[in-house]
Every structure is written in structure tokens, then in C-alpha cells.
């Protein structure tokens, strides 16, 4: 079993920056998938980067590509997500969500473990 506990969100003006982290206990995740999602209200959760184990693979939704990157660092089994040039749209609250293997998908239901999410709230 997994555990996985964001931390990082809060509220920020738009054009600030956040640095999320996920930290995984129970298992070592060094060889898992890793991937970020949000839900803003009245919306569907939707993908918003992904990491393979290496950290040679990574994926972004269209919406983030060029503010958002997502890194990890196994040693201390944690995820982060640093974005940058934050807008209104970007509030949500942010998952984290791990998969054993090493194919990274954009689809939540591909995905074993979350955690209970961190909100992120930018202002205009």
C-alpha cells in the first residue's frame, strides 16, 4: 500500500509561483509512475503532468506545458510540481497520483494511489 500527502498549495497572485510536493510512505515509489491532477468546482479532475520512474519521461497537459515542471526525487521518495506564471484558471485543489508502471498516462483511472489534495488559489 501507498500513501501519498501533498503539501504546497495555498494562495498566490496571478504571474507567482508554487512549489508542490507529494511524499510517499508505505512503499517505495522509485519505481512508479507519478502524476499530478486537479479539480477546480463544477469541473472534471483532469491530468496536468506525469513522470516516469527515471524521470526520463514526462508529460504535461496542453494548458501547463511551458509554466509547470514536475520532478522527483526517489532518494526521498517525493514528487514535486513548480508552477510558475500561475493563473486564476489554475485554481483547483492538486493530487498527487502513483501507478505501478512505468508507462505514464494522461487518464485518472490509470492511476492506484492518491492522496487527499492540496488547494491552490490564484487571485487576479
Known amino acids: 500500500q501507498v500513501q501519498l500527502v501533498e503539501s504546497g498549495g495555498g494562495l498566490v497572485q496571478a504571474g507567482g509561483s508554487l512549489r508542490l510536493s507529494c511524499a510517499a510512505s508505505g512503499r517505495t515509489v522509485s519505481s512508479y509512475t507519478m502524476g499530478w491532477f486537479r479539480q477546480a468546482p463544477g469541473k472534471e479532475r483532469e491530468f496536468v503532468a506525469g513522470i516516469s520512474w527515471s524521470g526520463g519521461n514526462r508529460a504535461y497537459a496542453d494548458s501547463v506545458k511551458g509554466r509547470f515542471t514536475i520532478s522527483r526525487d526517489n532518494a526521498k521518495n517525493t514528487v514535486y510540481l513548480q508552477m510558475n506564471s500561475l493563473k486564476p484558471e489554475d485554481t483547483a485543489v492538486y493530487y498527487c497520483?502513483?501507478?505501478?508502471?512505468?508507462?505514464?498516462?494522461?487518464?485518472?483511472?490509470?492511476?492506484?494511489?492518491w492522496g487527499q489534495g492540496t488547494q491552490v488559489t490564484v487571485s487576479s
Open positions: 497520483a502513483a501507478r505501478p508502471s512505468i508507462v505514464v498516462v494522461s487518464r485518472d483511472n490509470g492511476y492506484d494511489y
